[in-house]
């Protein structure tokens, strides 16, 4: 096993896509030295991005958010323009794990690590985000919804990171919620999550939306039908009535040791329900 | 030696207070010396491989890949652990349980070890040993494992107990029965029965440290262990046992201990890191990861209850039925048992019976969990309270006071009670401003009793005072949670002097006599007792010094306030010599001062508690959240008050954690599914409010001070007092423990179904 | 395997080992360098126990690797107190008896300074969402926020 920090993405991508035997990104490690701890992954080589110029920022672009690969998810609730355009993304990148956890994981990681449980991923493909992906072949850019294929599996080539999240420009009157269910009040997975990303108009009519469920299928799952629901509606109660019920119905949730299928169908839509309240709010609709 | 352990009301100088303990500053800085803390010259890394099935034939193990890896110095499996136990069959099921010979019996059975000279080699060298199983079918469901054709766990288990021997094997290994009068003739002088069936899952201790061991053995027979337990000296008995060693060459100490609960109790690690070191020729530590602790440790039984009780509708219980099913893992225990005998125990009663059954299922062989077997069948038996007081449409706690068991009242388990403290914890319960408090929306009252024997045990300590005066108390319990502070204060309490003048430490067990294990709420009480023991005999010695020093006969003096004082009119010209003096003398009168006490602490008083809890429920999820909690409970002599409050607090969020979230998850195929922190949901800080105790003082009439265990009882009712408020917050009876956020919602839907 | 050498600083001292690319931070406080007061837990992040401060953030040692300690900044309970003279949080846990087994004390005291440095006056709530990564089986949580509670009153009048 070797352990190499490169100080450039250049180099990162040429020693990942020339490793001989299986390689391994490390940015916060918090899943990525859980694995190796069970013996479930064994990386000859250890690709440490820490130490790469510009991956540690959170950056204000004209098109929005930029957030580096290595920034730690406390980070993210430190940033001040960040947390007032996306406090949907910031509370649920601020749910992953504990404070230590924090201390060290970050969205990027999370969103690579593929999980369906994935925190802040819902938020993420709520808001739209991009993954900003470096590979042998150059740059490119896919919303992050694309980027997990399966628990554990993503589309990334062999030799590809994920440099950045990228967040759109916020537009007026929009606002944005992330919930999860979990047993305990912290230091949990989620049973089954919720992100709604909601723009008004100036009555308070839903012009845009999109919402996203953890937990509920093999990858987070970007719901339409659940967004045709709310859009050009003022958030009443069969506008949210139906928004449960379309949630609940799509979901494809398996029975395991974090929930029932049945659980996950019911609490799915409840917290659907209520984080576009909450997201309605934050928009400024009343 | 003539002790006279009887209470004696006394005005107290010492016990009582709340001093800083002495190990303090070492557990604040970092510096005190756990388990995994310690370690010695030329040290191996010990590894264990565990069994991936659930039941599974060992056909063979070949190791030698293994032993040829550079680094290995010794690899073992149950051939180097040959059965020494002589027909002691629960010796061997211990040593079966450290190393499985035939069988692995649960996920996680150890099967083989290895040394080696780092970690990464000894993880290498696991993957390097083969072993042939052929699997077999398993069973983990308590009631499934007393089924007709459940698979057998072992064929040579008759079930104990029964009027005739059974002709076939199964996996009961024993019922028991208590109780009293004729609990047919009671139900019929009932008005109102209630009669409903209780599951509870199984859970561990969780303590935050792994088990951890150094063990050293020399070629000459002599071995050297140190060690996280709550008994060295019984893990000496055990490893000299299993090892064939003599129990004097085995020197074990005691290290800080990072949480048992009762699951540091029991050998595991212990023999086989000695094994290990025997074998390499050097010193071995053994520390467990935490997926080995949960797979291969602890646990506490999971339990299948059925609870009848019937009154009449004055509120007087006629009587009282229940039979207990709890599993032992795949050997025989008596965890059902203790649990018949404390199910009623709160109560008067004419007519009870209970039947306990001990159940063998493929998990990890039980363990001791904090009163171990009440908590379980006290939630069955005061839910079941609960709903016959609603039924009689009496209050819940004045149908308790009615009924409640007193001095006097023979117990359902056999003996007459003493002064206890049932009715004294119902009737603060009743006066507290918890119990009047307003409640929210969603939000629901509980509460429930819980009782606790308590245990003595064989206890030998030794009081040293030094020429400066200061005094070094040696205890053989473990400091579980402050009884170095406990014990100081009463050490100074018996001499009269400051407790800053008192170092206590726990000694090793060449350094002491015998000490049973430190459990069963008996560290404090019994080892206060033979500290006060020690004292008094320490104080005779220092009488005779001060006469000798006087030229007086020793009946004239008397020991006061820390000083020797002449008696009597014809004394008046001598000053009192303090313990000082004595002591900085003693070269000159007769050497070195001393106190010893050997004893068997008998007479541990019984304890009761009774706790309150609001929750609230959210009925579209199923989630939550306890609002307020308040336990009462009788300590006898609080000595440090502080600490009793730690384990009032400490016991009712165990409870907590076990009645709402922890659980062991099997998978179909007999896996332990959730061997971590992460899915075995133990209570972190925001899940808890403040938890208000309220310590009553019920003199135990067989300590000098009045002291009673505490440390058991708080994880008693908290299970009941949580389902009853669970019960009367989302409206629907709760009978699954734990009471997980998809077992309300569940039953909150089938409910509003009907 | 390739030891990796590294150069960090630990409580305000310079540290220089070598340690193996997986070895955790840990296993290298714990193992080489004979800092023994992180605790090992759980090995995954899960229980708070091994809690250190890296460059300023809350961080579960076990959680990084030793390799990547070099050039930064670590501190563990050992640095907590200076000299004989004890740090008012490690007062306040003993004298509100906010330990029993005290196992996952470090990691307790290490998670309240990194709280009461990014928030001198939290809240009980506060506290106990900062306190959340840390599990104690022993106190029912009741004296450790107390006596967080207390040291954040002294700390803001010092």
Redesign the interface.
């Known amino acids: 096993m070797r352990y190499i920090r490169p100080l450039s993405i250049e180099d990162a991508v040429g020693q990942l896509a020339g490793a001989a035997g299986p390689a391994a990104i490390l940015a916060g490690g918090s899943d990525l030295l859980v694995r190796m701890k069970g013996g479930f992954v064994e990386p000859d080589l250890i690709v440490d991005i820490k130490l790469i110029d510009g991956l540690s920022e959170i950056r204000e672009t004209a098109e929005g958010f930029s957030v580096g690969a290595t920034v730690p998810c406390a980070a993210l609730r430190e940033n001040a323009p960040l947390k007032k355009a996306w406090p949907g993304v910031v509370e649920a990148a601020s749910l992953i794990g504990s404070k230590q956890v924090q201390g060290r994981c970050t969205m990027a990681g999370n969103l690579c690590n593929a999980s369906p449980a994935a925190d802040s991923v819902p938020a993420l493909v709520a808001a739209g985000a991009q993954a900003l992906i470096v590979g042998p072949g150059g740059k490119r850019t896919i919303p992050v919804e694309a980027v997990p294929t399966g628990p554990g599996k993503t589309s990334l080539a062999r030799g590809e990171i994920v440099e950045a999240i990228l967040l759109p420009k916020r537009a007026a009157r929009s606002g944005d919620a992330y919930l999860r269910f979990i047993p305990r009040t912290e230091m949990d997975i989620a049973v089954v999550s919720a992100g709604v990303n909601l723009t008004l108009d100036e009555q308070g009519v839903v012009t845009a939306a999109r919402v996203a469920l953890g937990a509920a299928a093999p990858t987070v799952l970007l719901v339409e039908e659940a967004a045709e629901a709310l859009i050009g509606r003022k958030l009443d109660e069969a506008a949210l009535e139906r928004l449960a019920t379309v949630c609940a119905g799509a979901c494809r949730p398996i029975d395991d040791k974090r929930g029932t299928i049945e659980f996950r169908r019911k609490v799915a839509g409840v917290l659907a329900r209520r984080a576009a309240i909450t997201a309605y709010e934050r928009a400024g609709g009343k | 030696m003539n002790f006279d352990p009887r209470f004696s009301g006394r005005q107290f100088k010492s016990v009582g207070t709340r001093p800083i303990r002495p190990d303090g500053v070492d557990k604040v800085t970092g510096r005190a010396r756990y388990g995994a803390d310690f370690s010695m010259a030329g040290q191996l890394v010990g590894r264990v491989l565990r069994s991936p099935h659930a039941h599974a034939r060992i056909r063979g193990i070949d190791t030698s890949k293994a032993e040829q890896l550079p680094g290995v110095k010794a690899v073992i499996t149950a051939a180097d652990l040959p059965d020494l136990t002589n027909g002691d069959a629960a010796m061997f099921d211990i040593l079966d349980n450290c190393m499985a010979r035939t069988k692995a019996l649960y996920d996680g059975h150890a099967v083989a070890a290895v040394a080696a000279v780092d970690a990464r080699t000894a993880r290498q060298a696991l993957k390097l040993i083969e072993v042939d199983y052929e699997i077999l079918p398993h069973v983990t469901d308590v009631d499934e494992a007393m089924q007709h054709g459940a698979p057998l766990i072992n064929d040579a288990i008759f079930t104990e107990g029964l009027e005739e021997k059974p002709v076939k094997p199964s996996n009961v290994s024993k019922r028991t029965q208590y109780g009293h009068g004729d609990v047919h003739e009671g139900f019929g002088q009932a008005d109102f029965i209630v009669e409903r069936s209780f599951k509870t899952e199984q859970t561990h201790q969780g303590y935050i440290e792994p088990h951890a061991c150094v063990a050293n053995v020399s070629s000459d027979g002599t071995a050297d262990l140190w060690v996280c337990t709550q008994g060295h000296f019984v893990y000496r008995q055990h490893c000299a046992q299993l090892l064939g060693m003599e129990a004097s060459k085995l020197r074990v100490t005691s290290s800080e201990i990072g949480g048992g609960f009762g699951g540091k109790t029991h050998v595991w690690a212990e023999p086989v890191a000695l094994a290990l070191s025997r074998k390499a020729g050097r010193p071995v530590k053994l520390v467990m990861t935490r997926d080995e602790v949960f797979r291969a440790s602890g646990p506490t039984s999971a339990t299948s209850i059925d609870v009848k009780i019937g009154a009449r509708k004055d509120g007087t219980i006629t009587a009282a039925e229940a039979t207990l099913r709890y599993t032992s893992g795949p050997y025989a225990g008596m965890w059902a048992e203790i649990g018949a005998m404390t199910a009623f125990a709160c109560y008067r009663l004419d007519n009870v019976k209970t039947v306990g059954y001990e159940v063998l299922v493929n998990r990890p062989k039980t363990a001791a969990y904090r009163a171990p077997s009440a908590p379980m069948a006290a939630f069955a038996v005061e839910s079941a309270v609960d709903e016959l007081a609603k039924e009689l449409g009496m209050d819940a706690v004045e149908f308790r006071i009615k009924n409640a068991a007193q001095e006097g009242t023979r117990s359902s388990y056999g003996p007459v009670y003493g002064p206890i403290g049932i009715g004294p914890t119902l009737e603060a319960a009743k006066d507290h401003p918890h119990m009047k408090a307003p409640l929210g929306k969603n939000q629901g009252r509980g509460m429930a009793c819980g009782f606790w024997f308590n245990f003595g045990g064989q206890t030998c300590t030794d009081l040293n005072i030094g020429m400066d005066g200061s005094v070094s108390l040696a205890v053989g319990t473990v400091d579980v949670g402050g009884s170095r502070a406990s014990l100081s204060l009463v050490a100074a309490e018996e001499l009269g002097i400051d407790y800053s003048q008192v170092k206590a430490i726990v000694a090793d067990t060449s350094s002491l006599g015998y000490n049973d294990m430190t459990d069963g709420s008996r560290g404090t009480f019994s080892s206060s007792m033979a500290t006060i023991s020690a004292a008094r005999n320490a104080i005779k010695i220092l009488r005779e010094r001060a006469a000798q020093t006087w030229d007086i006969p020793v009946d004239d003096v008397v020991w006061e306030k820390g000083h020797a004082i002449a008696r009597g009119e014809k004394y008046g010209n001598l000053a009192a010599l303090s313990l000082k003096e004595i002591a900085a003398a003693s070269g000159k009168t007769g050497g070195p001062i001393a106190g010893h006490s050997e004893l068997v602490a008998d007479g541990a008083g019984v304890s009761f508690a009774t706790h309150i809890c609001d929750i609230e429920v959210d009925p579209e999820t199923g989630s939550t959240r306890v609002i307020r909690y308040t336990v009462v409970q009788d300590a006898g002599k609080a000595v440090h008050p502080t600490y009793v409050e730690g384990q009032y607090q400490g016991g009712a969020a165990q409870g907590i954690g076990w009645a709402l979230n922890e659980e062991y998850i099997y998978g179909k195929d007999g896996r332990l599914q959730n061997a971590g922190f992460l899915d075995y949901r133990i209570p972190v800080c925001s899940d808890l409010p403040m938890i208000d105790t309220q310590i009553l003082e019920i003199p135990n009439p067989n300590h000098p001070y009045g002291v009673r265990g505490v440390g058991e009882t708080s994880i008693v009712p908290p299970l009941a007092a949580i389902a009853n408020a669970v019960s009367n917050a989302a409206g629907v009876r709760m009978t699954h423990i734990p009471m997980s956020p998809p077992r309300i919602l569940a039953a909150i839907e089938a409910e509003r179904e009907g | 395997?390739?030891g990796?050498a590294v150069s960090t600083t630990i409580n305000g001292d310079n540290y220089e080992y070598l340690c193996?690319?997986?070895e955790?931070l840990l296993d290298v406080l714990?193992?080489r360098l004979g800092?023994?007061?992180?605790?090992?837990?759980?090995?995954?992040?899960?229980?708070?126990?091994c809690?250190v401060i890296?460059d300023n953030?809350?961080?579960?040692s076990?959680?990084?690797?030793g390799?990547?300690a070099?050039g930064r900044t670590i501190e563990?309970?050992?640095g907590?107190?200076q000299g004989d003279q004890?740090h008012t949080l490690?007062q306040k846990?003993?004298?509100?008896?906010a330990?029993?087994?005290?196992?996952?004390?470090?990691g307790f005291?290490i998670?309240a300074k990194?709280?009461l440095a990014k928030n001198p006056d939290p809240s009980?709530?506060e506290?106990?969402?900062?306190?959340?990564?840390?599990?104690?089986?022993?106190?029912?949580?009741?004296?450790?926020?107390?006596a967080v509670q207390d040291a954040a009153t002294v700390m803001k009048g010092a």
């Open positions: 395997m390739a990796v193996q690319p997986d955790t714990r193992d800092l023994t007061g992180a605790k090992e837990g759980c090995g995954t992040g899960d229980c708070g126990a809690s890296l953030r809350l961080v579960c076990c959680l990084v690797l390799a990547e070099e563990t309970v050992e907590m107190a004890l490690q846990f003993l004298e509100h008896a330990l029993q087994c005290g196992i996952c004390t470090p005291l998670a990194d709280l009980e709530e506290i106990r969402f900062g306190l959340a990564g840390n599990l104690c089986r022993c106190t029912g949580y009741d004296k450790i926020v107390r």
